[in-house]
């Protein structure tokens, strides 16, 4: 039995998707916080047990008979809370269910040292996994295409990105991760401990995105570098949290560092194909909101 948990949220679901063209429908479960958004894997024979991370008790029964875990990441330090009680929860309910394995969704700039908040959760997690006694596997995930496309969408209207000076990011689509993560589960044991980076074959800064999202909206987005301190006003007067305004310039400082400017074979070969590239993702997705 392979339990995926948040397989209500866009990688989870994709993870789910992609796993039951790989393995038996019946060998797959999910944890969800709300067993209602899994109606239809439900009617397609997936398990569906409520699970939720900041209440350890329901998991047990949602991770009842697992043999692999595939643990996303929690978001909770964007809102305040504590990401790493909620993964130490998870990885105790694997335990206690006699699991032998957690697939873990990781970062490729998974780091104790990182300027991207995010990252040192994803270090320590990694590091509770190496004492949990059990087999795992840290998926380095590449950054998410998605969000870089989030990002352009502000300047869309004014045709200008305002935002710190960036580095080079290896963008990676959630369809590929999902797909490359299906892979792994279903072929148990390809990795022990942290992946190489699963990434896309090129990595981009934003002058570059804006070229890109200029030649596919066949109008000009400029690139407007700012100083920090005044986007951080920016965001703090559009009533942005203080721990989701740390994360967002931290994306900007990490880049700056080369943290996500790393490319890798190893999601291509994982996936057999080339994986999507940006000018795919953008005529995708801003097309829409030209």
Not at 17 to 33: G, M
Not at 139 to 152: H, I, P, Q
């Amino acid at each position: 039995m392979i339990v995926v948990t948040g397989a209500t949220g866009q990688l989870g679901r994709l993870i789910v998707e992609n796993l039951i063209t790989r393995v038996p429908v019946d060998r797959v479960a999910v944890s969800v916080r709300d067993v209602h958004k899994a109606k239809d894997l439900a009617a397609r024979g997936v398990r569906v047990r409520r699970g939720d991370f900041a209440e350890p008790a329901s998991l047990a029964h949602a991770f009842e008979g697992a043999t692999q875990v595939l643990m996303v990441s929690s978001n909770a330090r964007a809102t305040g809370g504590d990401t790493l009680a909620q993964h130490r929860a998870a990885i105790d309910a694997a335990r206690a269910v006699g699991a032998r394995r957690i697939v873990y969704t990781s970062h490729m700039a998974a780091s104790r040292s990182s300027a991207f908040p995010p990252m040192l959760d994803h270090a320590a997690t990694e590091q509770m996994l190496g004492g949990s006694g059990l087999a795992w596997t840290a998926l380095r995930n590449g950054f998410y295409a998605s969000s870089a496309v989030f990002l352009l969408e502000r300047g869309l209207k004014t045709g200008v990105f305002e935002a710190p000076a960036d580095g080079k990011v290896s963008w990676t689509t959630h369809a590929d991760l999902a797909e490359a993560a299906a892979v792994i589960l279903a072929n148990e044991g390809r990795y022990d401990g942290p992946t190489p980076p699963l990434t896309a074959a090129q990595a981009l800064d934003f002058e570059a995105l804006c070229e890109l999202a200029s030649s596919v909206l066949g109008r000009p987005l400029r690139r407007s570098v700012v100083p920090e301190d005044e986007m951080r006003a920016k965001l703090v007067a559009s009533g942005m949290p203080a721990p989701a305004v740390a994360i967002s310039l931290g994306l900007y400082r990490a880049s700056r560092d080369g943290e996500f400017a790393a490319v890798d074979p190893t999601l291509r070969e994982l996936l057999g194909r080339a994986p999507t590239d940006m000018r795919e993702v953008m005529a995708g997705k801003l097309g829409r909101t030209a």
